[in-house]
C-alpha cells in the first residue's frame, strides 16, 4: 500500500510531467507558425495521410527549385520521404516503399553536404540506413550498411548529445542489429527512456520503446508505452498498425 506521502509524491510528478508536456507543444506550435511548410510537414507526419503527404512533398520541392541550397528543405523532405515509406509498408507495398526509401537516402545525404553540423540530418539518415537493411535481405546488406548506421548515429551524438531525436535513433540501433553485431536490448531501452525523457511528446518514440519492451518480453511496459503514445495521437494509423502488431 502506497503511503500519503507516496501518493503525493506521484501526484506531483505527474503534474510536472504534463506542465512540462504543455510547454513543448507551445514551443513547436510557435515554431511550426513561423514556417507553413514546416508546419504543414509536422500536420502530416501526425496523419500519415498520403495525399497530405504528397502535397508537402510538392511544396518542398518548390522550396527547393528556389533555393538549391537549403539543407532545411532537403531534411524535411527527407522525413516526408521517410514517412511516405511507412505509408508504403502499411499496405505492403515493397516496390513503393523501396522507392520512397532511396528518395528519402538522397534527400538526407543531399541535407548532410549542405550542413555536415546537422545531429537531425544523421541521425535521420541512420534510421534510413538500417531501414534499407530490413527492407532488404539482411545477409547482404548488413555488413554494408550496418557500419554507416553506426557511424551517422556517433556523428549525431557528437553533435548534440541532448538532442532527444539522436538518442532515439541510437535506441532503434541497438533494437535493430543483431546481437552479434551490436544489438542490446536493454541498451535499446536506456537509449529510447533517455529520448522520451528529453521530449515526452515523442509518440513515435514510445511506439519504438513498446517495441523493446516486447522484445525484452516485458508485454505490460510494451502495452503501457503504445497506450502513452496513442494518447499523444489517438489518430495515428502507423501508431495504431503498431499496437495491432504488438498483439
Known amino acids: 500500500m502506497h503511503s500519503p506521502k507516496s501518493a503525493c509524491r506521484c501526484s506531483l510528478t505527474l503534474t510536472c510531467v504534463r506542465l512540462l508536456s504543455s510547454a513543448l507543444a507551445v514551443s513547436a506550435s510557435a515554431s511550426a507558425a513561423d514556417d507553413p511548410v514546416k508546419a504543414a510537414v509536422e500536420t502530416a507526419r501526425k496523419t500519415h495521410d498520403e495525399k497530405q503527404l504528397q502535397s508537402v512533398k510538392t511544396q518542398l520541392e518548390q522550396k527547393i527549385a528556389e533555393n538549391s541550397n537549403d539543407a532545411g528543405s532537403y531534411l524535411d523532405l527527407a522525413r516526408v520521404h521517410e514517412y511516405l515509406l511507412d505509408d508504403s509498408e502499411m499496405r505492403k507495398d515493397k516496390k513503393a516503399a523501396g522507392e520512397a526509401m532511396e528518395k528519402a537516402i538522397d534527400a538526407a545525404q543531399r541535407s548532410i553536404r549542405l ?12 534510421d534510413l540506413y538500417g531501414r534499407k537493411i530490413s527492407l532488404g535481405t539482411a545477409m547482404f546488406l548488413g555488413p ?72 525484452q518480453g516485458d508485454k505490460a511496459k510494451a502495452q503501457d508505452a503504445i497506450r502513452h503514445a496513442l494518447t499523444l495521437n489517438p489518430d495515428s494509423p502507423w501508431i495504431k498498425n503498431a499496437a495491432n502488431s504488438l498483439n
Open 144 to 215: 554494408k550498411f550496418g557500419p554507416k548506421v553506426k557511424e551517422e548515429n556517433a556523428k549525431a551524438m557528437a553533435l548534440d548529445d541532448k538532442n532527444p531525436r539522436v538518442w532515439a535513433s541510437l535506441g532503434r540501433q541497438y533494437l535493430m542489429a543483431p546481437k552479434m553485431f551490436g544489438g542490446d536490448v536493454s541498451k535499446a531501452i536506456e537509449s529510447l527512456e533517455r529520448s522520451v525523457a528529453l521530449d515526452p511528446l515523442q509518440e513515435e518514440t514510445y511506439v519504438w520503446l513498446a517495441k523493446a519492451y516486447k522484445k
Open 115 to 126: 550542413d555536415n553540423k546537422s545531429a537531425d540530418a544523421h541521425s535521420l539518415l541512420a
